[in-house]
């Protein structure tokens, strides 16, 4: 079944600790996008790539990182520098092809501070 | 930026009853998103809908982008309509939106 696979579901971060979220997809998919949600809150944009080895921040990159290495993968990194990290992440793809295009999202990993 | 504004922000509704959810967005926009997120979280892509109407199953929306609002309609609501729907509009065409903060649903017995 094609989709977008986000892992792991619930993740716990200590004090200082770099942890990894990661994002599949086999849609075949050029663009991707992490977003994050706070409780009773809609969707900020972190992070966002179009092609491979190219990504660009979003409304609220600062404390995140992510890489693109692969046409279907792009994993979020949560450094220590994000203060606030606890939230729902969710991970989008798109079939951008110079336009918007509809978007549809991966499962969604809840971030925990411990 | 542009600003979006969904309402009402919370809606409890009894089964077989019919609802309208709003969504207002402050400037032009090339096209708009509806979307539903259930109790678990996933968030399911409704319709993707620039302007007039479009229908699936019971759910509709239509979308006036001259006057800045889109409609959702939900008819002989159901349990399973449970969750927060929300809009998203594009902020430029590299496929970033812009989301409103939802209308949370509650469908009961």
Known sequence: DGGITQSPKYLFRKEGQNVTLSCEQNLNHDAMYWYRQDPGQGLRLIY???????????????????????????????????????????????????????????SGTQLSVL | GIQVEQSPPDLILQE???????????DSVNNLQWFHQNPWGQ??????????T??????????????????LYISSSQTTDSGVYFCAVPTDSWGKLQFGAGTQVVVTP
């Open chain 1, 48 to 106: 966002y790539s179009h092609i491979v080895n190219d990504f660009q921040k979003g409304d609220i990159a600062e404390g995140y990182s992510v890489s693109r290495e692969k046409k279907e993968s792009f994993p979020l990194t949560v450094t220590s520098a994000q203060k606030n990290p606890t939230a729902f992440y969710l991970c989008a793809s798109t079939p951008y092809r110079g336009t918007n295009e509809k978007l549809f999202f991966g």
């Open chain 2, 16 to 26: 077989g009853a019919n609802s309208t959810l709003r969504c207002n967005f402050s």
């Open chain 2, 43 to 52: 968030l399911i892509n409704l319709f993707y809908i620039p302007s007039g």
């Open chain 2, 54 to 71: 479009k229908q699936n199953g019971r759910l509709s929306a239509t979308t006036v982008a001259t006057e800045r609002y889109s409609l």
